[in-house]
Antibody, heavy 118, light 109 residues
Framework: EVRLLVSGGDLVQPGGSLRLSCEASGFTFNIFAMTWVRQAPGKGLEWVST???????YYADSVKGRFTISRDISKSTLYLQMNILTAEDTAVYYCAKEGIWNYDMDSWGQGTLVTVSS | QSVLTQPPSVSGAPGQTVTISCTGSRSDIGPDYDVHWYQQLPGTAPKLVIY???IRPSGVPDRFSGSKSGTSASLAISGLQAEDEADYYC?????????FGGGTKLTVL
């Protein structure tokens, strides 16, 4: 059974930094693409970043240059380093495992709340 | 970046069939890229209900079906039940970028 355990959400001041973690189990972590998706309060889903099996990374324009996705294969853990945070980054952040072929997100973690406020 | 357009809301009575549309452009919902659909119940993480346009993951009732034609895709839910009341999102892929639709709130009357 695939499990994704997300942690790291917190209240942070504007301009601050935060690192989210997503501990994965139940599948071969380094083979599958892993993705971060966020959802601002009362809003829809927004793709944030993806790291594919080869290690290549992709970012939404809204976070490019501020956020960094990475993974530790030995720990089966995905990370999202978030810098220069603004109020617009306030959201629940989910990690998701992608399917092997179609860029779908077939398993999701429970989400963690990031609040950017002074 | 690409935009997928969904109606903000749809509704239907129990037992009826509802359809949710997802309209894109040639650069995203095209012949080479698939559309996926997610259900998000209140206060929970999204759940994949259709992938690759029309395939149901294991455990998803066959009341859920998907289709794609040209630059549009649709999710149909037949035999509507109260437990289907949720937000639904379409998603596709465009040159490394994953794209979500704005979401549709389904109300079961």
């Amino acid at each position: 059974e695939v499990r994704l355990l997300v942690s790291g959400g917190d209240l942070v001041q504007p301009g601050g930094s935060l690192r989210l973690s997503c501990e994965a189990s139940g599948f071969t972590f380094n083979i599958f693409a892993m993705t971060w998706v966020r959802q601002a309060p009362g809003k829809g889903l927004e793709w944030v970043s993806t790291i594919i099996g080869s290690g290549t990374t992709y970012y939404a324009d809204s976070v490019k240059g501020r956020f960094t996705i990475s993974r530790d294969i030995s720990k089966s853990t995905l990370y999202l380093q978030m810098n220069i945070l603004t109020a617009e980054d306030t959201a629940v952040y989910y990690c998701a495992k992608e399917g092997i072929w179609n860029y779908d997100m077939d398993s999701w973690g429970q989400g963690t709340l990031v609040t950017v406020s002074s | 970046q690409s935009v997928l357009t969904q109606p903000p809301s749809v509704s239907g009575a129990p037992g009826q069939t509802v359809t949710i549309s997802c309209t894109g452009s040639r650069s995203d919902i095209g012949p080479d890229y698939d559309v996926h659909w997610y259900q998000q119940l209140p206060g929970t993480a999204p759940k994949l209900v259709i992938y690759a346009n029309n395939i149901r993951p294991s455990g998803v009732p066959d009341r859920f079906s998907g289709s794609k034609s040209g630059t549009s895709a649709s999710l149909a839910i037949s035999g509507l039940q109260a437990e289907d009341e949720a937000d639904y999102y379409c998603q596709t892929y465009d040159s490394g970028v994953r794209v979500f639709g704005g979401g549709t709130k389904l109300t079961v009357l």
